[in-house]
């Protein structure tokens, strides 16, 4: 079938492309090249792609695009575009983030059920939840974000429901946990961990190192948005984690294990819109997606190692 991909140029919008052209799909892929992180690294996730007859990529802004035109003949939108980053979604920065995480999200839902979209699958976040002791996290959890991104998330994530609910257009919500793996964004902490450690410089850590995070390969995360697609789970919310709640610090020795470097750490204070802890029940996605991470943390680390090294 013919599916649209937004965000196709970065980390899961890319991973996610490729694994639906593996399986015979044709997919139009859409990004603006926001200049959060350099655009020849999302040149770089494309080189793939570019190669493919199944794909097309459409250089546009959801914000101003020929929405119409675009979903022509398209049956799933895999809705993964956002302005990423907690840390930089304060002050007058937020203006990004309301237009291209919510007001982009409200055009395309709109055209999608105009166009008559079969299902619009969204990338929510574990932002959502803010910052809570009440672990593990499920979806009628309080939802109380410390963050503009995670308002930005939430904010996208209820206009997805209530088109479903106003409309009945078929939308499904994926909250991401933590996602790494091959192609993750510079600035996101595994991608600099491992940088600084090969590089023998010291990693800038905010916070003591003991916040934990539910950590999810890419892989797993393109499986859940490809399940979405089909299954039974019209209005449906869920949380898609790795199941490797770890802390920071494990996490920074064991990619120091993998790299046979000791790594030197500089301990900041803890950022505004950071939170401790997350962890993700599961069990509704398992239930309904059929949802069941396959890689663990250590096989991760390890792929994504010898994804940014060579080694």
Known sequence: ???????????????????????????????????????????????????????KL?????????????????????????????????????????DNNVYATQRLLEAARVCGVRRFVYASS????????????????????????????????????????NYG?????????????????????????IRAIEAGKEITLYGDGEQSRDFTFIEDIVAANISAASAEASGGIFNIGGGSRTTVNQVITAIGEILAKEPRVERLEVQKGDVRHTAADTSRARRMLDYRPKVDLREGLQRQVRWQTGA
């Not at 052209?21 to 200049?35: A, N, P, Q, S, T």
């Not at 022509?72 to 575009?81: K, L, R």
Request: glycine fraction near 6%; hydrophobic fraction near 40%; charge should be negative.
């Open 58 to 98: 459409v250089e546009d802004s959801l914000v101003v695009a020929d929405l119409s035109s675009l979903l022509d003949g398209v049956e799933i939108v895999y809705h993964q575009a956002a302005q990423a980053g907690v840390r930089a979604s304060w002050g007058d920065e937020f203006r990004i983030y309301s």
């Open 1 to 55: 079938m013919k599916v649209l991909v937004t965000g196709a140029a970065g980390f899961i919008g890319s991973s996610l492309s490729e694994a639906l052209i593996r399986e015979g799909h044709e997919v139009v892929g859409i990004d603006c090249f926001l200049d959060y992180y350099p655009r020849e690294l999302k040149e770089k996730n494309l080189e793939a792609l570019r190669s493919s007859h199944s794909f």
């Open 169 to 193: 257009f078929s939308t499904v919500s994926l909250r991401y946990f933590t996602v790494y793996g091959p192609r993750q964004r510079p600035d996101m902490a595994f991608n600099r961990f």
């Open 126 to 165: 574990s932002s959502v939840y803010g910052d809570t002791d009440d672990l593990p996290m499920h979806e009628d959890s309080a939802t109380r974000p410390v963050s503009p991104y995670g308002v930005s998330k939430l904010a996208a994530e209820h206009l997805t429901w209530l088109y479903y609910k």
